[in-house]
């Protein structure tokens, strides 16, 4: 059974902390990404990776970076959390190539910044 | 960038009652896609469609690509508990050599028993 794991399901940081939010997948998916849900706004993506090292800006990349070192591992950084950045993270991965019918999310990272 | 209006935002319904949302866009997409996100859980992909005018049923769920290619619906029959959730559409196009996905806002099921 396909997975992609969030190491993190409830978080509570306080301002100006560094986060870490860890996704790993088990499916050899070359392509992760990161999404930011807010009501009434749907899925935003913040950023993606077609590869070990390799990254690319999605729509709302700011206040935000990411780190692929190994390609089952997909982590985003908040390097100074504001409260503008409370919400649910969601992780995705896909094969190379393809997308939407092939994407598969983790669970979701609820984040409050208080 | 890219945009897709999903609408209505929520939905509050007696079971047993059909379900339509709909998904509009400014842009062309040569995908179309409908995922489901069960409350605690991540979205599950529903329906694939990938040719204008194509009409594809999955049970009691039914969406149709628009011929223009800017817009696709989603019908539910029969409502059912299970039922209860969010329904995202997006749109797949290609940008610089890339897939990219574009979500709708969201429509926001309940359902009354």
């Known amino acids: 059974d396909v997975k992609v794991t969030q190491s993190s399901r409830y978080l509570v940081k306080r301002t100006g902390e560094k986060v870490f939010l860890e996704c790993v997948q088990d499916?050899?998916?070359?392509?992760m990404f990161w999404y930011r849900q807010d009501p009434g706004l749907g899925l935003r993506l913040i950023y993606f990776s077609y590869d070990v090292k390799m990254k690319e800006k999605g729509d709302i990349p700011e206040g935000y970076s990411v780190s692929r070192e190994k390609k089952e591992r997909f982590s985003l950084i908040l390097e100074s959390a504001s409260t503008n950045q409370t919400s649910m993270y969601l992780c995705?991965?896909?094969?190379?190539?393809?997308?939407?019918?092939?994407?598969?999310f983790g669970e979701g990272s609820w984040l409050t910044v208080v | 960038g890219q945009q897709l209006n999903q609408s209505p935002q929520s939905m509050f319904i007696q079971e047993g009652e059909d379900v339509s949302m709909n998904c509009t866009s400014s842009s062309i997409f040569n995908t179309w896609l409908w995922y489901k996100q069960d409350p605690g859980e991540g979205p599950v992909l529903l329906i694939a469609?990938?040719?204008?005018?194509e009409l594809t049923s999955n049970g009691r769920l039914t969406a149709q690509f628009g011929i223009t290619r800017k817009d696709s619906f989603l019908n539910i029959s029969a409502s059912i508990p299970s039922d209860v959730g969010i329904y995202f559409c997006?749109?797949?196009?290609?940008?610089?050599?890339?897939?990219?996905?574009?979500f709708g806002q969201g429509t926001r099921l309940t359902i009354n028993p």
């Open positions: 997006a749109g797949q196009a290609e940008v610089q050599g890339a897939q990219k996905l574009v």
């Open positions: 469609l990938y040719k204008a005018g």
């Open positions: 499916m050899d998916h070359e392509n």
């Open positions: 995705a991965s896909s094969p190379a190539g393809k997308a939407g019918n092939t994407i598969y």
